[in-house]
T-cell receptor, first 115, second 114 residues
Framework: AQTVTQSQPEMSVQEAETVTLSCTYD???????LFWYKQPPSRQMILVIR??????QNATENRFSVNFQKAAKSFSLKISDSQLGDTAMYFC????????????FGTGTLLAVQP | NAGVMQNPRHLVRRRGQEARLRCSPM?????VYWYRQLPEEGLKFMVY????????ESGMPKERFSAEFPKEGPSILRIQQVVRGDSAAYFC????????????FGQGTRLTVV
């Protein structure tokens, strides 16, 4: 069975600084997808970034980028130029390749951006 | 194009009552997933449905919980005889028939059992 581990329950960063959130996963699959979701106080789950396992290039979306290390089964999220609106819970998630879009989530990291 | 719609946003039930949570997927989406988020935890998969079919219910509790996605109308997650431990946020996500490998989430229903 696949598992996702986020070892940092809480993190804090100063506005405009850079922060990295860690995520590791365990799977025997070769075809899969990895995601970072943001959950602000409104509870809405917002997709931040997605990585296909077959792609070697790390995904980037504006200030958000990932460091995908397939051999190490590591998928960290880097947030550059942190903004107050980045304050939220961040969840790492795993999706197997195949016919289903079922997600397996980590326990989350609460990020606080300080002014 | 409206997103995934869940209602109600908040639901309060007394122990022993029934809770019905509704989810209308995005237009053109025929796959629905239900997740539960207990306080201070991540989302846990419950069930995956396509129109009129349950595809994967491996995360559903064996008793009191059921889900359906009829040919017409929203998907329904039903919890019978609720207990305090059922208090949680319940999220629905939808996906299109094929292709796009991601799930679009609704805003969730927060169920409180008193």
């Amino acid at each position: 069975a696949q598992t996702v581990t986020q070892s940092q329950p809480e993190m804090s960063v100063q506005e405009a600084e850079t922060v990295t959130l860690s995520c590791t996963y365990d799977t025997s699959e070769n075809n899969y997808y990895l995601f970072w979701y943001k959950q602000p106080p409104s509870r809405q789950m917002i997709l931040v970034i997605r990585q296909e396992a077959y792609k070697q290039q790390n995904a980037t979306e504006n200030r958000f980028s990932v460091n995908f290390q397939k051999a190490a089964k590591s998928f960290s999220l880097k947030i550059s130029d942190s903004q107050l609106g980045d304050t939220a819970m961040y969840f790492c998630a795993f999706m197997r390749g195949g016919a289903t879009n079922k997600l397996i989530f980590g326990t989350g990291t609460l990020l606080a951006v300080q002014p | 194009n409206a997103g995934v719609m869940q209602n109600p946003r908040h639901l309060v039930r007394r122990r022993g009552q029934e809770a019905r949570l509704r989810c209308s997927p995005m237009k053109g989406h025929s796959h629905v997933y239900w997740y539960r988020q207990l306080p201070e935890e991540g989302l846990k998969f419950m069930v995956y449905l396509q129109k009129e079919n349950i595809i994967d219910e491996s995360g559903m509790p064996k008793e009191r919980f059921s889900a359906e996605f009829p040919k017409e109308g929203p998907s329904i997650l039903r919890i019978q005889q609720v207990v305090r431990g059922d208090s949680a946020a319940y999220f629905c996500a939808s996906s299109p028939e094929t292709g796009d490998r991601q799930a679009f989430f609704g805003q969730g229903t927060r169920l409180t059992v008193v």
